[in-house]
Antibody, heavy 129, light 110 residues
Framework: QVQLQESGPGLVKPSQTLSLTCTVS??????????WSWIRQHPGKGLEWIGY???????HYNPSLKSRVTISVDTSKKQFSLKLSSVTAADTAVYYC?????????????????????WGQGTLVTVSS | QSALTQPASVSGSPGQSITISCTGT?????????VSWYQQHPGKAPKLMIY???NRPSGVSNRFSGSKSGNAASLTISGLQAEDEADYYC??????????FGGGTKLTVL
């Protein structure tokens, strides 16, 4: 059973960089076709996709956050990380890490899908001085 | 990319059926069968209930079903149970190669 666990500071000062790490257990972060993502949820609000990374290091970000987001991966530690720069109070949210499901085609092999089959429990990050 | 449109709340009595709509555009829901639905209980992480419009992951009750017509998708829950009370979110892949969520629907079991 795959498990994901977010970790990082719960309080970040305005203008600083938010840094979170997601540790994957019960499965390989380097398996073909699995992409790893960050999603956030503002207090009492809906979900917002931030971006994803493949174990090769390939990334794709939400254009609305792209200028401030960096997602990286450390396969040896089975971790992937999120950095969000120049934070403001508007970045206060619960941050989730999650895995995109994958599908298999006999001709093309594994490829990722566009649904999240496993999620971390989430971690609240508050931006405040 | 604008969020998908969901009703803020729906309600139903135990045993009844309810449907939650998720309206997008021809750039997301209307063009791709990559609509998924998530259930979220208070203080918990979302849980995948339906993927690729109408597929149920292993372990999800067959009381949950999904469908799509044009630019709108729907989640139907039949035989409502108390434990179904939660927030529900839809999601879709978009032509901008991004992922967009709906604003969420609070389901109340009366």
């Amino acid at each position: 059973q795959v498990q994901l666990q977010e970790s990082g500071p719960g309080l970040v000062k305005p203008s600083q960089t938010l840094s979170l790490t997601c540790t994957v257990s019960g499965g390989s972060i380097s398996s073909d076709g699995y992409y790893w993502s960050w999603i956030r949820q503002h207090p009492g609000k809906g979900l917002e996709w931030i971006g994803y990374i493949y174990y090769s290091g390939s990334t794709h970000y939400n254009p609305s956050l792209k200028s401030r987001v960096t997602i990286s991966v450390d396969t040896s530690k089975k971790q992937f990380s999120l950095k969000l720069s120049s934070v403001t109070a508007a970045d206060t949210a619960v941050y989730y890490c999650a895995r995109f499901g994958r599908t298999y085609d006999i001709l093309t092999g594994y490829s990722h899908t566009y649904y999240f089959d496993y999620w971390g429990q989430g971690t609240l990050v508050t931006v405040s001085s | 990319q604008s969020a998908l449109t969901q009703p803020a709340s729906v309600s139903g009595s135990p045993g009844q059926s309810i449907t939650i709509s998720c309206t997008g555009t021809s750039s997301d829901v209307g063009s791709y069968n990559y609509v998924s639905w998530y259930q979220q209980h208070p203080g918990k992480a979302p849980k995948l209930m339906i993927y690729e419009v109408s597929n149920r992951p292993s372990g999800v009750s067959n009381r949950f079903s999904g469908s799509k017509s044009g630019n709108a998708a729907s989640l139907t829950i039949s035989g409502l149970q108390a434990e179904d009370e939660a927030d529900y979110y839809c999601s879709s892949y978009t032509s901008s190669t991004t992922l967009v969520f709906g604003g969420g629907t609070k389901l109340t079991v009366l």
